[in-house]
Each structure stands twice: as structure tokens, then as C-alpha cells.
């Protein structure tokens, strides 16, 4: 009797458990119907916000987009807890927030830098003869985003869309020299490893201290490191905010990196890198 009543129990218990699992799935579709709705719902304020071309009242917005007003009131309340919209500074309501200008801004460098970057890549390449790079931090690597081939006899191959730790390369070093010691040190903990020639810093307090005089003097420069008898020297490329969003390197054989070329071709980047960063506001 006793293993009947278990049975008969267990039985209930698999149909509920079967309802609620059939349930969940509607409930999972329900639940990201509303979440796309509040989506749909933020974009249609940004871009009211953006025709009119000035601040809006909630009681507007719920007005103009027949919205409920509870919906409205607790989509302002986290767009503005988020930075994304913002009190007004001409009166009444509210407009676009600092967090969309970054959005913006952050959009406008990366069209610019493409844009720019390809004009000045090209031209620092044909005022030194060799490899220019134009690379940025993307998943905590260096990723080569433009390249030109040197146009001497002698000259080192990259590859656009290349990705190689931070510690390989000099430009690696600028593009997270804005980090706190705290931060480098997760991100190299996280990337370090030894490159190909053996001879790459695994050192992480060395590597910080590497990385803190290259954004002080504003150029770095590495040898034998990444690749064998070859070098380069970089340096950053900022943006309106002092950020360091991209460097440019030029890439030489060990033999074109004695002191006086390298002090050339230092100049030579770091008055192309001042260029590129000016154009985008830095």
C-alpha cells in the first residue's frame, strides 16, 4: 500500500511538473515580447526626441507615442538612471544624455579612423619606406585594422585582422595605457604569453611600468620581441576625451632600427599620430 501511495503521488507530481514546464517556454516568449516592446518603446523616444529636436515632458511622450503612462514613467525613470536620457538644462523635460553623445562620439571616431587612419597610414609609410600599422585594443588584443607595406627591397609582411597580446608589441602597450594599475594587471593576467621569439615580457609589474613611461613620453618602441630581427616603434592616437583609441606603428628589420633611424622614424610617428588624433578631436 505504501508503494502505491508513493506511485500515486509521484504520478501528480511529474503532470505538475510537466504543466510548468510546458509553461515556462510561453513564459520565457512572453517575457522577451516585453522586453523587445520596452526596446522598440526607448529607440521611439530617442528618435521623437531626435525630430523635435528638444527636450520632451513624460506626459509628451505618452501623448505622442500612445504609450501607457505607468510604461513611460518606468522607461524614463531607467533611461535617466542610465545616463541615457537627462533633466533638460533649457527647462522643463528631458532630452538625450551623455551616454548617447558617447555612443555617438564613439561612432564618429570609429568612421573617422578608418576614414583618416587609411590617408595617414599610407602617408607615413611613403615618408619612411616601411610597414605602417594602424591597430586598436578589441577583446582585450591587439587587432591590426590598416596596414601598408613598406615599399624597401627589405621589409616585414603583417596582416590585417592580425590579433597578438599586448605585451608583443609597442603599440600594444599605448592602446591600454589608459587603465588603472588594477585593470592592467587583470587584462595581462587574463593575455600574457610568450611570443614566437621567446623573448616577449612576462613580467606583469615590469610590463605596467613599460606601459606607464611609453603613455609618458608618448611613443614606445619594442625589438626581437614579436618577430626575429625586426622591431617597431608606435605611438598613440587620442581622442577628444585624452583617450588612447588606436596606435600607429611603423614596423622595420632589425637592421633600420639602429639609435638614429629609430629616433627618425619615432618623429616621423608621432607627428603622424598627432595628425590622426587632431582630425578626431584630440
Not at 603613455?215 to 618577430?227: A, D, K
Request: aromatic share 4%.
Amino acid at each position: 500500500m505504501r508503494s502505491l501511495l508513493q506511485n500515486g503521488t509521484g504520478a501528480r507530481k511529474g503532470r505538475g511538473t510537466a504543466k510548468a514546464d510546458a509553461a515556462a517556454p510561453q513564459a520565457a516568449v512572453e517575457e522577451e515580447s516585453s522586453g523587445s516592446r520596452s526596446v522598440r518603446r526607448a529607440f521611439d523616444i530617442f528618435e521623437l526626441m531626435l525630430e523635435r529636436g528638444g527636450p520632451l515632458t513624460v506626459a509628451q511622450i505618452v501623448e505622442m507615442l500612445v504609450i501607457p503612462k505607468s510604461t513611460a514613467y518606468e522607461l524614463v525613470r531607467t533611461l535617466t538612471q542610465a545616463d541615457y536620457l537627462a533633466p533638460s538644462s533649457k527647462g522643463s523635460g528631458l532630452f538625450l544624455g551623455r551616454k548617447l553623445f558617447e555612443l555617438g562620439m564613439a561612432y564618429r571616431n570609429q568612421v573617422d579612423l578608418l576614414k583618416d587612419g587609411s590617408k595617414i597610414v599610407e602617408e607615413l609609410r611613403d615618408a619612411t619606406g616601411e610597414t605602417v600599422q594602424l591597430s586598436v585594443l578589441e577583446n582585450q588584443m591587439m587587432l591590426v585594422l590598416l596596414k601598408e607595406e613598406g615599399s624597401r627591397s627589405l621589409r616585414i609582411i603583417s596582416q590585417v585582422g592580425s590579433r597578438v597580446p599586448v605585451n608583443w608589441a609597442a603599440a600594444g602597450r599605448l592602446l591600454v595605457s589608459d587603465l588603472d594599475d588594477r585593470q592592467l594587471t587583470d587584462l595581462l593576467s587574463a593575455t600574457i604569453r610568450q611570443s614566437p621569439t621567446g623573448n616577449a615580457i612576462l613580467d606583469i609589474e615590469k610590463l605596467i611600468g613599460q606601459i606607464r613611461k611609453a603613455r609618458r613620453q608618448g611613443y614606445s618602441t619594442e625589438l626581437n620581441e614579436t618577430n626575429e630581427h625586426a622591431g617597431c616603434v608606435a605611438a598613440p592616437v587620442m581622442d577628444s576625451s585624452g583617450r588612447c583609441v588606436a596606435a600607429l606603428s611603423v614596423v622595420a628589420p632589425e637592421q633600420r632600427l639602429n639609435k638614429a633611424n629609430r629616433d627618425r622614424l619615432i618623429v616621423a610617428v608621432r607627428e603622424a599620430a598627432e595628425k590622426l588624433s587632431h582630425r578626431l578631436g584630440g
